[in-house]
């Protein structure tokens, strides 16, 4: 099973900071990574998959990058609406899928 | 545009068995994307438990394979849960979500349920 480890865990920034989270795997995923932001009470919403690609309806601020073990999301001018938990999540070769433990992303 | 709808009990009583509904409309069951069900804990993050392709295969995580099954119903749109002897730790939102497609290649999941809270207590 491929663990995924996601940092930091709490990320304290202010409005329009950029935002860079990181998720490590311990084993490599080609670019077989998505990432999804969650705000309370609400099911995720994926943000980017195949590493790289923006899901329909995402802004251009959200970015993915990386392949093998090492990945990033990166929110370039970070807004209100953003404040939330980020969870990626792998879909590389054989079940079981699995997610790292999230990063909340906090007002500073 | 493809919605979700679970729907099933909020309280089960420890060693009975979760039963889980997830309703599919805008869309088919039938159409060539993974139905999965996803769940998470109160204040926890989220696990995978399963998957049934529109075929009929599935895929289920090992620490529930015992006591998991998914299954797809095509007359009436939709796919299931079932989760035998459950404990508290098995309370949780259970979430159902459909993978990017279509293709029968595992891809990430851009439709989701909007969840329902399921709590194990007697």
């Known amino acids: 099973e491929v663990a995924l480890t996601q940092s930091p865990a709490i990320l304290s920034v202010s409005p329009g900071e950029r935002v860079i989270l990181s998720c490590r795997a311990s084993?490599?995923?080609?670019?077989?990574l998505a990432w999804y932001q969650q705000k309370s009470g609400q099911a995720p919403r994926l943000l980017i998959y195949?590493?790289?690609m923006r899901a329909t309806g995402i802004p251009a601020r959200f970015s993915g990058s990386g392949s093998g073990t090492e990945f990033t999301l990166s929110i370039s001018s970070l807004q209100s609406e953003d404040f939330a938990v980020y969870y990626c999540?792998?879909?590389?070769?054989?079940?079981?899928?699995?997610f790292g433990q999230g990063t909340r992303v906090e007002i500073k | 545009q493809v919605q979700l709808q679970e729907s099933g009990p909020r309280v089960v009583k420890p060693s009975e068995t979760l039963s889980l509904i997830c309703a599919v409309s805008g869309g088919s069951v039938s159409s060539a994307h993974w139905w999965s069900w996803i769940r998470q804990p109160p204040g926890r993050g989220l696990e995978w438990i399963g998957e049934i392709y529109y075929s009929g295969s599935f895929n289920y995580t090992p620490s529930l394979n015992t006591r998991v099954s998914i299954s797809i119903d095509k007359s009436k749109n939709q796919f299931s849960l079932r989760l035998t002897s459950v404990t508290a730790a098995d309370t949780a939102m259970y979430f159902c979500?459909?993978?990017?497609?279509?293709?029968?290649?595992?891809?990430?999941?851009?439709?989701w349920g909007q969840g329902t809270m399921v709590s194990v207590s007697s």
């Open positions: 084993q490599s995923l080609s670019y077989h």
């Open positions: 195949g590493a790289s």
């Open positions: 979500a459909r993978s990017l497609g279509p293709t029968p290649i595992p891809h990430a999941y851009d439709v």
């Open positions: 999540q792998q879909y590389n070769k054989l079940p079981p899928w699995t």
